[in-house]
Nanobody, 119 residues
Framework: QVHLVESGGGLVQAGGSLRLSCAAS????????MGWFRQAPGKEREFVAA????????YYADSVKVRFAISIDSAENTVYLQMNSLKPEDTAVYYC????????????WGQGTQVTVSS
């Protein structure tokens, strides 16, 4: 059974940084991508970034490109999202998700971690 646990959210001032972690267990062999998504109040969930477990490039939403970086520690089965130069519009619940490939679909989801950026 897949189990994803996010951590690292919190309250930060605009311009600050946070690093989110997603610890994965029970990952099926057929899944090769981990993605980060976010959902702000009153808005739909949106894609943030994705990366392959097997290596290769990372993929980002235009809104976070340059500011955010996704990475994998395969030995620890953990995916990270380093978020720099945070803006108030980055405020959302951030979810990690496991899928077959970076383009999706993503079938397993974590419980989410709140990120709040104050102005």
């Amino acid at each position: 059974q897949v189990h994803l646990v996010e951590s690292g959210g919190g309250l930060v001032q605009a311009g600050g940084s946070l690093r989110l972690s997603c610890a994965a267990s029970g990952r099926p062999f057929s899944t090769d991508a981990m993605g980060w998504f976010r959902q702000a109040p009153g808005k739909e969930r949106e894609f943030v970034a994705a990366i392959r477990w097997s290596g290769g490039g990372a993929y980002y939403a235009d809104s976070v490109k340059v500011r955010f970086a996704i990475s994998i520690d395969s030995a620890e089965n953990t995916v990270y999202l380093q978020m720099n130069s945070l803006k108030p519009e980055d405020t959302a619940v951030y979810y990690c998700a496991l899928g077959r490939r970076p383009a999706g679909p993503f079938d397993s989801w974590g419980q989410g971690t709140q990120v709040t950026v104050s102005s």
